[in-house]
């Protein structure tokens, strides 16, 4: 696990810097519009472009050297970080250059992630796949603490130029982990493979369909995404609603998540992980879709942040789980187009929940809320009534989804029968 594990410190490195940057670019663009709106265009305009990038990610990630795609992504967003701060320091910034920037990154950043996840499997034992993926679990919701936290305490000190220069160290630092490593590279094929481009562009999605365990895997999986979405979309603005507009009480349940987000990787980074992933995985759905439940059921902090802590809790063991069995069933020369098969799906199944959540919330179930709303006799003694509630109602629908998801996916023969440490060549 060495190779990996410096990688890995690199990467945790280089994700706390681009979190902070993250954060105050937020600061700066909220200083300069005051528009949720622009806000949000900033996260659209950086899944733009993973959708049509990830057609053709899993042909690159498998044709190219994964260590150079990696370096390469990294090296493209520290340009994109350079160009922010140079725009900024001669006040020539504005907020399509964010969108710009975001949109390249995105691009880019979705290469450079495909190219990281399928290089774990040629860097660790199959035995260690778990506690591996658990460690990248721990970068996402350490850097989710520890980024904004500091850049909360710098911004007033030196600056959006300083954090742009902290995130420049932190690119150098990651790019040095990879420039004097290894990265093994998946043996290609002796033979030549006569294929069309479609054929290629394809592989994955049929490789996915001929294969019943991957089938249900990924039918799995994507139903728990689905739900979790959804209901993720109203995530902000029903607490928001239901405490009336306070940001502390937002940042003490994103804390929450991120601190158990963190305790969850760490247990099973420390112990390694179950033998049974399938299992595994499925608890892991059901386990957080009960806290949610709590969660959406509640109406204060004391209820919130102790229930965002356990759904945060759950996720490295279900999402490990998760990748562990991809890689397991998959040699690596072939898994940049199946992840990125896999990717696709879930990016587009993502953006219909999230388009979905807006109208339900706003025009059906916030107005069946209100004080004198007509569910409000039926379901007020759960959610109560006034502004949150209707989104509450959605929210707790989306949580006993998951855990419907989860405990149906016991009956998948094909999914309960994946068998542990295999790899089809």
Aim: proline residues 5%; glycine residues 12%; neutral net charge.
């Amino acid at each position: 696990m060495r190779t990996f594990t410096l990688i890995w410190c690199g990467q945790l490195v280089l994700t706390i810097g681009s979190y902070m940057t993250e954060f105050a670019l937020t600061l700066w663009a909220w200083e300069m519009t005051g528009s949720a709106t622009a806000l949000a265009l900033v996260g659209f305009f950086s899944q733009l472009p993973r959708i049509p990038i990830t057609l053709v990610a899993g042909l690159i990630v498998d044709r190219f050297n994964r260590k150079h795609l990696m370096m390469l992504g990294d090296a493209v967003a520290a340009l994109s970080t350079v160009g922010i701060g140079l725009l900024y320091s001669t006040g020539d910034l504005n907020i399509w250059h964010l969108y710009l920037a975001t949109t390249l990154n995105g691009g880019f950043g979705q290469i450079q992630s495909l190219a990281y996840q399928t290089s774990i499997s040629t860097l660790v034992p199959l035995s260690q796949l778990t506690r591996a993926n658990s460690m990248n679990s721990a970068v996402h919701y350490g850097s989710a603490i520890f980024g904004p936290a500091l850049t909360g305490v710098l911004y007033p000190l030196i600056g959006l130029l300083g954090i742009v220069g902290i995130d420049l160290v932190s690119f150098g630092v990651a790019i040095a982990s990879l420039l004097f490593l290894h990265v093994p590279q998946p043996s290609q094929p002796a033979t030549l493979e006569l294929e069309t481009l479609w054929t290629k562009l394809t592989f994955g999605f049929r490789e996915v369909w001929r294969q019943p365990s991957l089938r249900a895997l990924l039918l799995i999986s994507t139903l728990f995404w689905f739900f979790h979405d959804l209901g993720g979309a109203i995530y902000d603005p029903m607490i928001l609603a239901r405490s009336n507009g306070s940001a502390q009480v937002l940042a003490s349940t994103a804390a929450a998540a991120g601190i158990g987000g963190v305790t969850g990787a760490i247990i099973l980074s420390v112990w390694g992980g179950p033998k049974q992933r399938v299992g595994a995985m499925l608890a892991g759905f059901i386990g957080a879709g009960l806290s949610k439940t709590v969660f959406g059921l509640g109406r204060s902090p004391s209820i919130w942040v102790p229930a965002q802590f356990c759904s945060s809790l759950h996720f490295p063991l279900l999402g490990s789980s998760e990748t562990a069995l991809w890689m397991e069933q998959i040699s690596p020369a072939r898994q940049g187009r199946i992840f990125a098969a896999n990717a696709l799906v879930l990016h587009v199944v993502s953006a219909g929940a999230t388009l979905m959540a807006g109208p339900l919330a706003d025009q059906l179930l916030e107005p069946a809320m209100v004080v004198s709303g007509p569910w409000v006799p039926i379901l007020g003694a759960f959610f109560g009534s006034g502004p949150g509630a209707g989104m509450a109602i959605l929210y707790v629908s989306c949580a006993l989804a998951m855990v419907l998801v989860g405990m149906s996916g016991f009956g998948l023969a094909n999914l309960v029968a994946i068998a542990p440490q295999r790899r089809s060549e």
